[in-house]
């Protein structure tokens, strides 16, 4: 599932918390930089979506492209952007309205990879589940009876834009249903179970575990929705954009070594190692939908756009945003070069 994050205000308090709050760094991965190599710090959550970052560390893929990638897990979603900007990360994962709030101020962050897309007619990896008593009711339930729902979504991430673009459909917004944010998944789901309530957003493994418990059914897939949406990404921030060597280049190809063996799918090695990262078990990692990642690394930046346009029609951002203020397909392009 998507990594999710407050967004950034526009407030000048909160453009000083921005710059100036102290933070914490908690470096989870790796030793300082070998004689020789490049250090990169680059942010990672133990999810599946991370896989071909991991995979392509366990493999010594960055090794072979003469880098060292230290893995960064910080406390919050939110310290993520303010350590990119400052440069105490080179790499990031965690994409947010706050972080389209700093590109639309002019800051110099970009999407260069993809990490993951809403492929239709695939299995589910994203979705709206419902309780099973409502799941086959909603698509032909009139406006009046949707207006008495409850909805598990994050007002600032992508279930409230995907939600959003459904309602539209049936005349609706997002103020005409109500939503309720519970930030951890087990309360979303302990909630979905009790009728506090009726429909929650949430990827895997959440879905095979909750559909398999009976305590919810997939009602609306989110590739349903928005086919083709870049649900994950790669971003590079002002230290690896302003590099003048070729580390960015050299680890969009090692990350891209990583895709193509994601791409072989549950494979014995595939599951040690990712079962290793993610605390899954084997039988379950085997189990679950696995996101699409295209083995290009490229994306199709207009959803995001979308995204954008929407984030500030909510007033979570600043202004909308041009898909070339979101997009730079410069190095992944050169990484793909034999």
């Given at each position: 599932m998507?990594?999710r994050?407050?967004?950034v205000?526009k407030?000048?308090?909160h453009?000083?918390?921005?710059?100036?709050?102290?933070?914490?760094?908690?470096?989870?991965g790796g030793?300082?930089?070998a004689?020789g190599?490049t250090?990169?710090?680059?942010s990672?959550?133990?999810?599946l979506?991370?896989a071909?970052l991991?995979?392509a560390?366990?493999?010594?893929?960055?090794e072979?492209?003469?880098?060292?990638v230290?893995?960064?897990r910080?406390q919050?979603n939110?310290?993520?952007?303010?350590?990119?900007?400052?440069?105490?990360?080179?790499?990031?994962?965690?994409?947010t309205?706050?972080m389209m709030?700093a590109?639309?101020?002019g800051e110099?962050?970009?999407v260069?990879?993809?990490?993951?897309v809403?492929?239709?007619?695939?299995?589910?990896?994203?979705?709206?589940?419902?309780?099973?008593d409502?799941?086959?009711k909603?698509?032909?339930?009139?406006?009046e009876?949707?207006?008495?729902?409850?909805?598990?979504v994050?007002?600032?991430?992508?279930?409230?834009?995907f939600l959003?673009?459904?309602?539209?459909?049936?005349?609706?917004t997002?103020?005409?249903?109500?939503?309720?944010?519970?930030?951890?998944?087990?309360?979303?789901?302990e909630?979905?179970?009790?009728?506090?309530?009726?429909?929650?957003?949430?990827?895997e493994?959440?879905i095979?575990?909750t559909v398999?418990?009976?305590?919810?059914?997939?009602?609306?897939?989110?590739?349903?929705?928005a086919?083709?949406?870049?649900?994950?990404v790669?971003v590079?921030?002002?230290?690896?954009?302003?590099?003048?060597?070729d580390a960015g280049?050299?680890?969009l190809?090692?990350y891209?070594?990583?895709?193509?063996?994601?791409?072989?799918?549950?494979?014995?090695?595939?599951v040690e190692?990712l079962?290793?990262v993610?605390?899954?078990e084997p039988e379950?990692?085997?189990?679950?939908?696995?996101t699409?990642?295209?083995?290009?690394?490229?994306?199709?930046?207009?959803?995001?756009?979308?995204?954008?346009?929407?984030a500030?029609?909510r007033?979570?951002?600043?202004?909308?945003?041009?898909?070339?203020e979101?997009?730079?397909?410069?190095?992944?392009?050169e990484?793909a070069?034999?």
């Open positions: 998507p990594d994050s407050l967004t205000p407030s000048v308090f453009r000083f918390l921005l710059l100036f709050v102290p933070m914490a760094l908690l470096f989870a030793p300082a930089a004689a190599k250090l990169l710090r680059v990672a959550l133990p999810y979506t991370f071909p991991y995979l560390d366990a493999e010594g893929y960055f072979q492209e003469g880098l060292t230290e893995f960064v910080l919050r939110t310290d993520y952007l303010v350590a990119l900007l400052r440069g105490e990360v080179d790499v990031d994962t965690i994409f309205a706050g709030n590109m639309a101020r110099k962050i970009r260069v990879a993809s990490r993951g809403l492929s239709a007619g695939g299995c589910v990896t994203n979705a709206f589940v419902a309780r099973p409502l799941a086959q909603l698509d032909a339930m009139p406006a009876e949707l207006r008495k729902l409850t909805f598990g994050d007002p600032t991430w992508l279930d409230s834009f959003q673009q459904w309602l539209a459909g049936r005349g609706l997002l103020d005409d249903v109500g939503t309720k944010y519970l930030p951890a998944m087990p309360a979303r789901i909630a979905l179970r009790q009728g506090g309530l009726d429909v929650v957003f949430m990827g493994p959440w095979t575990r398999g418990d009976r305590t919810g059914t997939v009602w609306k897939a989110a590739a349903e929705i086919p083709g949406f870049p649900l994950s790669v590079f921030g002002p230290a690896m954009l302003g590099r003048t060597d280049v050299r680890f190809r090692a891209l070594r990583g895709v193509e063996r994601y791409a072989e799918g549950k494979t014995d090695r595939n190692i079962s290793k993610t605390k899954m379950l990692l085997r189990r679950i939908c696995w699409d990642i295209p083995r290009d690394g490229k994306l199709d930046p207009a959803g995001l756009a979308a995204y954008a346009d929407w500030a029609k007033g979570l951002t600043d202004r909308p945003l041009a898909p070339g979101i997009w730079e397909p410069k190095f992944v392009d990484a070069r034999p």
